[in-house]
């Protein structure tokens, strides 16, 4: 059982080369982070009063949850493409709790994801396929994404 060598030589962030190289929770929050800071992703006039899902009371708590939203769909489109509106209520559902009575699984809004994805095809990180249903991901979203994860894996190494 002998390892490579080149493995310990080579610096970490000479082996992150895409999205799933890198812990999920740290790209998403730094992917936020960049669609804030750019400024194209437009936030609308409702995101204030909208609830994510159908189970919920209120509305997040935090005033940043829709760019982080927008991550998280376009992480999982560069991880499984071809995935539309109701795939995304899907992954994004949440319990429904009723009481005495058993939990059942409420999906999540597709009025937020139907306008995240259409911020995206705006900005042209995401197209939809006339032959697939769903939305993947274009070769500029893609190339996006693999930047913001090689920067993701930086901080890491000068961590340690």
Same mark, same amino acid.
């Given at each position: 059982?002998?390892?490579?060598? %080149?493995?310990?030589?080579?610096?970490?962030?000479?082996?992150?080369?895409?999205?799933?190289?890198?812990?999920?929770?740290?790209?998403?929050?730094? %992917?936020?982070?960049?669609?804030?800071?750019?400024?194209?992703?437009?936030?609308?006039?409702?995101?204030? %009063?909208?609830?994510?899902?159908?189970?919920?009371?209120?509305?997040?708590?935090?005033?940043?949850?829709?760019?982080?939203?927008?991550?998280?769909?376009?992480?999982?489109?560069?991880?499984?493409?071809?995935?539309?509106?109701?795939?995304?209520?899907?992954?994004?559902?949440?319990?429904?709790?009723?009481?005495?009575?058993?939990?059942?699984?409420?999906?999540?809004?597709?009025?937020?994801?139907?306008?995240?994805?259409?911020?995206?095809?705006?900005?042209?990180?995401?197209?939809?396929?006339?032959?697939?249903?769903?939305?993947?991901?274009?070769?500029?979203?893609?190339?996006?994404?693999?930047?913001?994860?090689?920067?993701?894996?930086?901080?890491?190494?000068?961590?340690?």
């Amino acid at each position: 059982m002998s390892n490579p060598a %080149y493995l310990y030589e080579t610096p970490l962030e000479t082996r992150v080369h895409t999205v799933k190289d890198v812990k999920a929770d740290a790209f998403i929050a730094l %992917y936020a982070n960049h669609l804030k800071k750019r400024g194209r992703f437009q936030l609308p006039k409702w995101i204030d %009063y909208v609830k994510t899902a159908h189970a919920k009371e209120l509305a997040p708590y935090d005033p940043d949850w829709l760019y982080i939203r927008a991550a998280a769909i376009l992480r999982h489109l560069y991880i499984r493409p071809d995935c539309g509106v109701g795939g995304f209520r899907k992954v994004f559902s949440c319990r429904q709790r009723r009481g005495v009575r058993p939990n059942h699984t409420s999906k999540a809004s597709g009025k937020i994801i139907r306008y995240i994805l259409q911020q995206f095809e705006e900005m042209g990180l995401v197209e939809s396929d006339p032959e697939k249903p769903g939305r993947r991901l274009t070769k500029n979203g893609q190339r996006e994404l693999d930047v913001i994860a090689r920067q993701c894996a930086k901080p890491a190494v000068a961590s340690d």
